[in-house]
């Protein structure tokens, strides 16, 4: 393990801007939050950080934040130590959970707030994004349903003008319409304004049209931080009903067979390979029926995690 983090960092200008978590630990008295976490969130790019209630996301985000001192290792932002730095802090917001919004107070207030802290503040396109959203900018906060307050909290995160907005279970509570505006909004201030999204969740299915690398927090340690369309480009869906059982044991002999599932006469296989390789091999072989499917986000994970030991579906239940 690392020693506890310093003020001793690469210059920025040494590294590829981006979020860098290097084997932290945090701990609450006896209890280990997080064990020796790492992995990289590079600028430009949606991260998705998936793993169950308890897994230790929203401990992680804060660390990133620096609201909490890891134990060991360091959180550097563009080469900055992100704790006691306001120059780190000044490029994050971080949305969490429960988000705090004063007592009594509007979401006017809150902008005022914000514009002390983020000096590059977008308040027209706040005001803009409120009126889109059918929001009262001057109504008591504690008035708002909790998909409202989600909504002011995203808008608020949008508009600080921070090159990072952190998102700890951001959909939960917003309807699907809403949902996928606000997905679409993050697209378009990725490519307007180049902020990067790092999306926490327990919801594998809220990730999947969005996020471009994912990582898998459980029991505070992360499992695997890969590129999506890289885990996509190695794994396959094939359904099939195969002329004998020699077709079968032929594929099993030429692909890694992850699962496998028979109903009736057709099987379905999680195959590891290249996609015109098993294309090739099915031409040949000429079964009765068979089709190549690409794996959503949660059966690849389910894949990737029974490699690593653990039973996806137990972790998830």
């Not at 180049?194 to 927090?217: F, K, M, Q, W, Y």
Request: aromatic share 10%; with cysteine.
């Amino acid at each position: 393990m690392q020693a506890k983090a310093s003020w001793v960092s690469v210059s920025p200008e040494r590294r590829k801007p981006m979020i860098e978590i290097q084997n932290i630990t945090k701990k609450f008295e006896n209890l280990t939050a997080l064990s020796e976490v790492s992995a990289n969130m590079e600028e430009g790019h949606v991260f998705g950080l998936i793993g169950t209630n308890g897994a230790g996301k929203s401990t992680l985000l804060r660390t990133v934040c620096g609201i909490y001192a890891p134990d060991e290792g360091q959180v550097l932002i563009d080469g900055l130590p992100v704790y006691e730095n306001p120059e780190a802090k000044a490029k994050l917001f971080y949305i969490s959970d429960d988000q705090y919004f004063f007592p009594n107070g509007t979401p006017l207030d809150m902008v005022r707030f914000y514009q002390t802290v983020y000096p590059a503040f977008r308040t027209e396109r706040f005001e803009h994004l409120m009126n889109a959203l059918k929001l009262d900018k001057k109504q008591k906060i504690n008035t708002f349903s909790k998909g409202m307050k989600k909504q002011l909290s995203v808008m608020l995160g949008i508009c600080s003008g921070t090159k990072y907005l952190l998102c700890d279970e951001t959909f939960d509570g917003l309807d699907p319409v809403i949902r996928q505006a606000i997905k679409r909004l993050f697209i378009r201030e990725m490519e307007e304004n180049g902020l990067t999204p790092i999306i926490a969740s327990h919801n594998l299915r809220e990730l999947e049209d969005i996020c471009e690398h994912v990582g898998l927090l459980h029991k505070g340690g992360i499992l695997f931080s890969k590129d999506l369309e890289h885990m996509k480009l190695g794994i396959f869906k094939l359904q099939c009903v195969l002329k004998n059982q020699e077709q079968l044991a032929v594929l099993e002999q030429q692909f890694p067979v992850l699962q496998r599932e028979k109903r009736g006469s057709l099987f379905t296989l999680t195959l590891r390979g290249d996609k015109e390789a098993i294309n090739a091999l099915m031409q040949r072989m000429e079964p009765v029926f068979w089709e190549l499917l690409p794996l959503t986000l949660e059966e690849i994970f389910i894949s990737e995690t029974e490699v690593q030991g653990y039973d996806f579906k137990e972790l998830y239940l």
